[in-house]
């Protein structure tokens, strides 16, 4: 049985896929991300990385070889119109390599409705994750930092959004690698890079605000940004003062299964569009699918009903 339009929508929005259409390159690597998603075998944490690393390579290497047309970062990716960051950060490509001298602009946002500079009021920072480019919406009602946003008035504090690497690249040169130049682009695209940068831009902002140390940082995150919240919190204690981490996977797990477990029961919720019979036609799909990459004529008949240009995977 085939899955009802409502359950094919609610396992897009629970996976992420309408996020990634926003992203991918072309509507056909969109199609095998939602192979690799809903239907690889296993269907686990490395099925997660392996899709959205292929759509990270994929913007990156269209972006750099449109700018070199000249043509512009949206045009690029042809995907919506990028909005502008309110500014950006100088930030090293590679924390932990001192040889390294490449630099990258990383973006971030601002909310100082409620600051008075000279105050001892804390510092709000929300940390990106594994997302489309960010907009202001970051600093002003972004769903994984809306407690940030309700207590900058009570607490006359400074709000930052700051963008992950690698996930967003407003522009040309707020990307820390070149596709098109650099063998391995993908290298620095780690979580210790990731905790660097917010150390770093700590930094940054203390110097910029003139800020002292009664100025305390409260990290705030859900998701993957939730475990960037925390563990910049305990891998640098000297920063950030406090993190609020919500629904964060803070244990890390190569093979994620817990999560997939509750996407499956989420599948047969009728408020959102599920259904006992979505559960069992994804179930199903999961094993007819993983049979069909077995074999030569079972991955040319998925890359003929994707519209895949090759069944060479």
């Not at 939602?34 to 392996?50: N, T, W």
């Not at 990106?128 to 930092?145: N, Y």
């Not at 009664?214 to 940004?225: H, I, M």
């Not at 599948?267 to 036609?281: K, N, P």
Request: proline residues 5%; neutral net charge; aromatic residues 12%.
């Amino acid at each position: 049985p085939s899955p009802t339009p409502s359950c094919r929508l609610a396992l897009a929005l629970r996976e992420g896929l309408v996020h990634a259409s926003a992203s991918c390159a072309s509507m056909k690597f969109l199609k095998f991300v939602a192979l690799l998603l809903l239907f690889s075998p296993g269907y686990g944490a490395e099925a997660l990385l392996r899709s959205s690393e292929a759509w990270l390579l994929t913007k990156l290497w269209l972006r750099g070889l449109n700018q070199r047309k000249g043509l512009r970062s949206e045009d690029a990716t042809n995907s919506i119109r990028v909005p502008p960051a309110d500014a950006y950060v100088t930030q090293w490509r590679d924390h932990f390599r001192p040889s390294d001298y490449t630099t990258w602009q990383q973006a971030y946002f601002i909310n100082d409705s409620y600051w008075k500079p000279g105050s001892d009021a804390p510092i709000f920072l929300c940390t990106g994750g594994e997302s489309p480019p960010k907009t202001r919406s970051m600093v002003v009602g972004d769903r994984d930092c809306s407690d940030a946003v309700l207590m900058l008035e009570d607490k006359g504090a400074l709000m930052f959004g700051l963008e992950h690497r690698y996930y967003g690249c407003h522009n040309f040169s707020a990307c820390p690698a070149d596709a098109l130049l650099d063998a391995d682009p993908m290298r620095w695209l780690n979580v210790d890079q990731a905790l660097a940068d917010v150390a770093t831009f700590i930094e940054a902002m203390k110097k910029k605000y003139n800020l002292s140390d009664k100025n305390k940082w409260v990290t705030f995150g859900g998701s993957y940004p939730g475990t960037v919240s925390a563990w910049s919190r305990l891998k640098y204690p000297n920063h950030v003062y406090a993190s609020v981490s919500s629904s964060a996977p803070v244990l890390a797990q190569y093979d994620f299964f817990e999560f997939l477990d509750h996407a499956g029961e989420n599948a047969a919720i009728s408020s959102i569009g599920g259904s006992e019979a979505c559960r069992t036609a994804l179930t199903a799909g999961h094993a007819r699918v993983g049979d069909m990459m077995k074999t030569g004529q079972g991955r040319q008949s998925l890359a003929t009903t994707f519209d895949l240009p090759s069944a060479a995977w």
